[in-house]
């Protein structure tokens, strides 16, 4: 599938259904695609800029840049800067350098066809000024305020790409960005206060925000389709756990049903051994070994 890239100065499109969302939809997405949000986010971003408005900006946020990647990250131009903003969650690593390079690339690719300009043509490109961003919503201290391509992955070497992207991680500041960030690591409290209940931790996360004055006016106007789109998510996400464990567990059954097969053991002592290990019934520990123990 080919990327797409949005360009005019609407919306951005999202999925308001939810039995036709087959994407991973996000609030970061869903937030910032409203253009007052995004002069926020910009506002916080370049604050001695004071005399842009919301008609200034154009998205030019990708879909599908990389197979089965998580629909949360968002790029717009205004005036001669291209920013790209994406949202890393949970576990830090730096490979999030090559997601914003790879981002980049295919941004301006689509910019010069957009613009019918040829890389080929002799004469010289014109293109805006590219800003790099990280939101991190994870629970790691992140020291770093800026991280380089050459410095993560050559020892500071100097390589013939370099890249250099801004770090955000929230601040003391009432912006937007600390407002979002605060608001993701509410919800990831309240999943761990209500296991396996997504629909009340993002209900209970909400409430809590908005007391808070976080994100308020925001939640109060699509509370309801956040709480649709991310408990689309975290049922997504718990399906995978879910397919992961079972195929785990599925492995070790295997293994236990071979192992007795090649230390020696009868079928019959096979079975008891499943029954014992697993807790299984003897239906269920004979079936098992049918089914592994001749492969």
Same mark, same amino acid.
């Given at each position: 599938?080919n ?20 994407i991973?939809?996000?609030?970061f ?33 990708l879909?599908? +840049?990389? @197979?089965?990647?998580?629909? &949360?990250? $968002?790029g717009?131009?205004i005036?001669? #800067?291209l920013?790209?903003? =994406? ?21 301006w690719?689509d ?23 990280v ?7 992140i ?14 070497k100097?390589v013939?790409?370099e ?5 955000i ?25 209500y ?6 931790a993002v209900?209970?996360a +909400?409430? @809590?925000?908005?007391?808070? &004055?976080? $994100? ?5 106007? #699509?509370?309801?389709?956040? =709480? ?9 996400e ?38 014992k ?13 049918e089914?592994?123990?001749?492969l």
């Amino acid at each position: 599938m080919n990327p797409t890239v949005f360009t005019d100065s609407a919306e951005i499109p999202t999925i308001r259904n939810d039995a036709k969302r087959t994407i991973k939809d996000s609030v970061f997405r869903n937030l910032f695609s409203q253009k007052e949000y995004l002069l926020q986010l910009y506002q916080a971003l370049h604050p001695e800029d004071k005399n842009v408005t919301k008609s200034d900006f154009e998205y030019v946020t990708l879909q599908n +840049i990389m @197979i089965n990647a998580d629909y &949360n990250d $968002l790029g717009f131009l205004i005036g001669n #800067r291209l920013m790209i903003l =994406v949202e890393a969650q949970s576990t830090w690593c730096v490979n999030i350098i090559v997601r914003c390079v790879m981002y980049l690339a295919q941004t301006w690719k689509d910019y010069f066809i957009r613009t019918k300009q040829s890389v080929y043509s002799t004469t010289t490109l014109n293109f805006p000024e590219p800003e790099l961003y990280v939101v991190y919503t994870g629970d790691e201290v992140i020291e770093k305020k800026v991280i380089r391509f050459s410095e993560e992955f050559f020892n500071g070497k100097q390589v013939a790409v370099e890249a250099m992207v801004k770090v955000i991680t929230g601040s003391n500041d009432d912006d937007i960005l600390s407002q979002y960030i605060l608001f993701a690591k509410i919800v990831d409290t309240q999943r761990k206060l209500y296991p396996g209940d997504s629909r009340r931790a993002v209900t209970e996360a +909400i409430r @809590i925000c908005k007391n808070r &004055n976080i $994100l308020k006016s925001y939640l109060e106007e #699509r509370e309801k389709e956040v =709480v649709d789109i991310m408990v689309t998510l975290y049922s997504q996400e718990e399906a995978v756990e879910q397919y992961v464990i079972s195929k785990q567990f599925e492995s070790e059954i295997k293994s236990a049903v071979q192992s007795c097969r090649d230390f020696g053991k009868t079928v019959t002592e096979a079975i008891s051994y499943l029954m014992k290990r697993f807790e299984f019934s003897e239906a269920r520990s004979q079936k098992e070994v049918e089914k592994y123990w001749n492969l």
